[in-house]
């Protein structure tokens, strides 16, 4: 990508991960927010996992933390965050009204040449952008929580997007050591949110009609099916469980469909079920700020641990 900054509109969870990631891959970032106060934290906290990054030796980037801190500055003027950037990241709330004002403001201050990206985990790019002069210009780029240790990007272009756009994206996303993949055209939930919702849903109807525990339906996955997806998806799982996919399907497409015709109606996510399923996580991770904290602190832990593994494994 040519020479520019890159602007984070919103300084919250995904945007100060994505000033992290940024910076990591030596870009110069102005991180804009609403929110002054909000700002100071951010760059405190920025700070703050830097140097605890930089101390279990997970710090991405060829730069000491000095050197990517100093690549980051803050600013409360959209004017000024997004004059003279190649790259703009929406990160505010998941609010349509508020996100199609911050891009019909961004519309009339942009440049012909900066992309326009959001970080929308379920807005469709027709409803955020359509009607913007610049439509030729937007994207989604959805990262996955947090950004820093899960490397993956949905990138889902307006169908007016320029396919220029969506290839100086995907190429951005790589260069910062992201893992993109595209969508050839928006669907509600996009791939990601897709998937795990169809998991949810089956997680919660196995434990609503009490086939399973709660505790033993999260290992199903985390010391099951979790296992082999943090190397190979499930189309490769079915490649490789078979002698390829046409004799995974005629050894167990039969048995696969008799399955898939026993799935429930779609779960309300309310009453027994949630109780029941609340109670039993809250007795294993109480609903306490620091307690919550702390468990998010040791996946992030496993999760930075993973990808160093993936790095070390990596076959192609
Ligand atoms: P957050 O609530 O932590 O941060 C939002 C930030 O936007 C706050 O700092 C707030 O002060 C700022 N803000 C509010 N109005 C603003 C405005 N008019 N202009 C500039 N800044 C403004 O939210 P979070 O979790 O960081 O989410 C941001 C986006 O990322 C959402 O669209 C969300 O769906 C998406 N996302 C979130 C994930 C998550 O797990 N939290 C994962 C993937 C995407």
């Not at 939930?189 to 339906?217: C, H, K, M």
Request: aromatic share 6%.
């Amino acid at each position: 990508m040519e020479p520019g900054h890159v602007a984070i509109i919103g300084s919250g969870l995904i945007g100060r991960s994505w000033a992290m990631v940024f910076a990591a891959g030596g870009f110069k970032v102005k991180l804009y927010d609403v929110a002054q106060q909000q700002l100071t934290s951010a760059l405190e906290n920025i700070c703050k996992q830097m140097k605890e990054l930089e101390e279990s030796g997970f710090l991405k980037g060829s730069l000491s933390v000095e050197q990517q801190l100093a690549l980051i500055s803050i600013c409360t003027d959209l004017k000024a965050a997004v004059e003279g950037a190649t790259f703009i990241q929406e990160c505010t709330p998941e609010s349509l009204e508020l996100k199609k004002k911050i891009f019909s403001q961004l519309d009339l201050i942009v440049s012909d040449n900066a992309i326009l990206s959001s970080s929308t985990s379920c807005l469709l790019p027709s409803k955020l952008f359509t009607g913007l002069k610049h439509v030729k210009q937007c994207i989604v780029s959805h990262p996955v929580n947090p950004p820093y240790y899960v490397p993956l990007v949905e990138i889902v272009p307006h169908p007016e997007t320029d396919p220029f756009t969506t290839e100086r994206t995907y190429a951005l996303m790589r260069k910062i050591g992201q893992s993109p993949v595209k969508l050839n055209r928006e669907i509600e939930g996009f791939a990601l949110n897709r998937l795990q919702y169809a998991v949810i849903s089956e997680a919660w109807r196995l434990v609503g009609e009490g086939i399973i525990s709660p505790t033993d339906l999260d290992l199903v996955m985390s010391d099951g099916l979790g296992m082999r997806y943090a190397f190979i998806g499930p189309l490769e799982t079915m490649h490789l469980n078979a002698e390829g996919i046409s004799s995974y399907c005629e050894r167990y497409c039969e048995g696969m469909r008799l399955v898939l015709n026993t799935f429930g109606p779609v779960p309300e996510f309310s009453g027994e079920a949630e109780q029941k399923i609340s109670q039993a996580m809250s007795e294993r991770i109480p609903v306490v700020p620091k307690v919550l904290d702390a468990r998010r602190k040791w996946r992030d832990e496993c999760l930075a641990g993973l990808s160093k593994l993936k790095k070390q494994m990596k076959s192609d």
